[in-house]
């Protein structure tokens, strides 16, 4: 079968940094896409992977490793904006297979 | 550049009553496009893409259908809604030989009573 897990819930502090991971194991792959999705809004693009290693864009950076399944997404200088659901999606077979998302939640 | 936009953004709707959500897509030509459905808590469950003109695939079985009568526009109908088809509704795109990247519409809040 095909499954992406990510964790339900997280929290952090304004300023701080936080990582969001998500595990994968899909029939293919085609690259692994990071969206921001806030509440009652459509999900927008953030980042998109398909080799190994670290993608910087500004403040979100994202990695993967194909080998290990595994990506993370790393929101440096969190700000109260940034408060939203994270999905993780898998390219297969030209379509994504998406995780369930991860709601980030920022204290002051 | 290229936008989405899909309509009406809310309803409610008693059960058995007929849905329409309308999708269209401006600023490119033969775009893959999909309806989505995102329970609360949810991650995003495809219902239909399509390739081309007249081309849905279905991906769960239910009492929903599309429809792509224009190249550039997808719809999503239902003859009598249930309940469990309240959730809220994505329409997307991507271009055709893209790496699967989807630049999604508005959503649409469906409420089904």
């Known amino acids: 079968g095909q499954n992406i897990d990510q964790p339900t819930e997280m929290t952090a502090t304004e300023g701080a940094i936080v990582q969001i991971n998500c595990t994968y194991q899909t029939s293919g792959f085609n690259g692994l896409f990071w969206y921001q999705q806030h509440a009652g809004e459509a999900p927008t693009f953030l980042s998109y992977?398909?080799l190994d290693g670290l993608e910087e864009k500004g403040r979100f950076s994202s990695f993967l490793s194909r080998s290990k399944g595994y990506s993370y997404l790393l929101l440096k200088e969190l700000q109260m904006k940034d408060s939203a659901s994270y999905l993780c999606?898998?390219?297969?077979?030209?379509?994504?297979?998406w995780g369930a998302g991860t709601k980030l939640i920022i204290k002051p | 550049s290229q936008t989405i936009h899909q309509w009406p953004a809310t309803l409610v709707q008693p059960v058995g009553s007929p849905l329409s959500l309308e999708c269209t897509v401006e600023g490119t030509s033969n775009p893959n496009l999909y309806w989505y459905r995102q329970a609360a808590g949810r991650g995003l469950q495809l219902l239909f893409y399509?390739?081309?003109?007249?081309?849905i695939s279905s991906e769960v079985p239910q009492n929903l259908s599309a429809s792509r009568p224009q190249d550039r526009q997808f719809i999503l109908s239902s003859k009598k809604l249930l309940l469990s088809d309240s959730g809220f509704y994505l329409c997307?795109?991507?271009?055709?030989?893209?790496?699967?990247?989807?630049?999604f519409g508005e959503g649409s809040r469906l409420t089904v009573l």
């Open positions: 997307a795109w991507s271009e055709p030989t893209s790496t699967g990247e989807l630049f």
């Open positions: 992977n398909v």
């Open positions: 999606a898998v390219g297969s077979n030209y379509q994504l297979i």
């Open positions: 399509s390739v081309g003109i007249g081309q």
